[in-house]
């Protein structure tokens, strides 16, 4: 007898013609998409206030610097196999030289220049972070942190090169 599990297995692979999977099979990463979709609990403490304070962070300092794309969570594909979601990104744009680009169906695809981690930025300078003010959701602080490296030298002369790259000024 044919339970329900069994007969929705059959309808989702005559759906995509990608036939039921057996012990060892694997599908392409095309196939998964079509047929699964799982989302994880997003936990507010362990996950869900840091990465909003570390949008929040990636995105003050793209409002600071001309020519620079940020997202949470964006789909980020880096090659036909690997597509990982991380919290947030930080780019350049295509037109100021960014190596990553957004695709005609919203993923990123190739690397971003940085993607969300807690360490001191050489790629953008001036880019600083409160370690622990972020693990204690301590946002006025991130921001002064944060401030403090926008009103760097460091910080200016990276903003006059992004200028200079789409054609805005002297490098």
Request: net charge negative.
């Given at each position: 007898?044919?339970?329900?599990?069994?007969?929705?297995?059959?309808e989702?692979?005559?759906?995509?013609?990608?036939?039921?999977?057996?012990?060892?099979?694997?599908?392409?990463?095309?196939?998964?998409?079509?047929?699964?979709?799982?989302?994880?609990?997003?936990?507010?403490?362990?996950?869900?206030?840091?990465?909003?304070?570390?949008?929040?962070?990636?995105?003050?300092?793209?409002?600071?610097?001309?020519?620079?794309?940020?997202?949470?969570?964006?789909?980020?594909?880096?090659?036909?196999?690997?597509?990982?979601?991380?919290?947030?990104?930080?780019?350049?744009?295509?037109?100021?030289?960014?190596?990553?680009?957004?695709?005609?169906?919203?993923?990123?695809?190739?690397?971003?220049?940085?993607?969300?981690?807690?360490?001191?930025?050489?790629?953008?300078?001036?880019?600083?972070?409160?370690?622990?003010?972020?693990?204690?959701?301590?946002?006025?602080?991130?921001?002064?942190?944060?401030?403090?490296?926008?009103?760097?030298?460091?910080?200016?002369?990276?903003?006059?090169?992004?200028?200079?790259?789409a054609?805005?000024?002297?490098?």
């Amino acid at each position: 007898m044919a339970t329900v599990e069994q007969g929705r297995k059959r309808e989702v692979a005559s759906q995509d013609s990608t036939p039921p999977l057996e012990n060892g099979e694997r599908l392409s990463r095309v196939q998964f998409e079509r047929i699964v979709d799982i989302h994880s609990p997003v936990r507010p403490n362990r996950h869900g206030l840091p990465a909003s304070a570390i949008n929040c962070w990636l995105a003050n300092y793209r409002i600071a610097t001309p020519g620079l794309v940020s997202a949470l969570s964006p789909g980020l594909r880096l090659d036909l196999d690997n597509e990982p979601q991380q919290d947030a990104l930080l780019m350049f744009a295509p037109d100021h030289g960014g190596q990553a680009v957004v695709s005609a169906d919203d993923d990123v695809e190739g690397p971003p220049e940085r993607v969300a981690e807690v360490s001191r930025s050489a790629t953008f300078p001036g880019l600083r972070l409160d370690a622990k003010a972020l693990a204690s959701a301590y946002m006025a602080r991130m921001r002064a942190r944060l401030v403090a490296g926008l009103a760097g030298p460091e910080h200016a002369e990276f903003v006059r090169v992004m200028a200079a790259r789409a054609g805005q000024g002297p490098a």
